[in-house]
């Protein structure tokens, strides 16, 4: 059964650091593209970053280019995000999916719980 | 980056009913199409690939179709566990760009 769980979220300052990780399992981890979804409270969902398979070409959005990372460790089956100088605007729900294939142009098939990043004084 | 333009944002609808939902893509994206339903204070289901697939354990009310550049997600016998918001997503091409949602509701 495949198995994503994210962690490492919480209550930060504006401008402070956060690294949300999700540790993966029932799958063969390090065949496929991983990627990184937010909500905002209320709001739709929106694709924040990509990974390819041994994590040395990775795809943003422009909102995050700069202050997102998003890495891996396929030896611990783990998928990171680290986010940098957070912003309020950056509050939202994290959600880490499987891609379905090796490529970058395949769907999500399977999402993780959820972690809540809230961005606050 | 690709726009998908999904709607209605709403809809209620009785048990029993079919209901279709559609998202236009702003160019061509192939079949590169799929639909995920969420319920609430849960992550995104898989309900579509390709835009025609069904996805492993989805019932076969749910269907897919698609015309040029414009994608619809029916619901056939509509059922209280349908409750949830339907979203579209692209992944032709990064920015990966979903709908901004269709909330459906059971009359």
């Known amino acids: 059964e495949v198995q994503l769980v994210e962690s490492g979220g919480g209550l930060v300052q504006p401008g402070r650091s956060l690294k949300l990780s999700c540790a993966a399992s029932g799958f063969t981890y390090s065949n496929y593209v991983m990627a990184w979804v937010r909500q905002a409270p209320t709001k739709g969902l929106e694709w924040v970053a990509s990974?390819?398979?041994?994590?040395?070409?990775?795809y943003y959005r422009d909102s995050v280019k700069g202050r997102f990372t998003i890495s891996r460790d396929n030896a611990k089956n783990t998928l990171y995000l680290q986010i940098d100088s957070l912003r309020s605007e950056d509050t939202a729900t994290y959600y880490c999916?499987?891609?379905?294939?090796?490529?970058?142009?395949?769907?999500?098939?399977?999402w993780g719980q959820g972690v809540m990043v809230t961005v606050s004084s | 980056d690709i726009q998908m333009t999904q709607s209605p944002a709403s809809l209620s609808a009785s048990l029993e009913e079919i209901v279709t939902i559609t998202c236009q893509a702003s160019q061509d994206i192939g079949n590169y199409l799929s639909w995920y339903q969420q319920k609430p204070g849960k992550s995104p289901q898989l309900l579509i690939h390709s835009a025609t697939s069904l996805a492993d354990g989805v019932p076969s009310r749910f269907s897919g179709s698609r015309s040029g550049t414009q994608y619809s997600l029916k619901i056939n016998r509509l059922q209280v566990e349908d409750t949830g918001i339907y979203y579209c997503?692209?992944?032709?091409?990064?920015?990966?760009?979903f709908g901004s949602g269709t909330k459906l509701e059971i009359k």
């Open positions: 990974i390819s398979t041994g994590g040395g070409n990775t």
């Open positions: 999916a499987k891609v379905k294939g090796p490529n970058w142009d395949y769907y999500f098939d399977y």
């Open positions: 997503l692209q992944h032709y091409s990064a920015p990966f760009t």
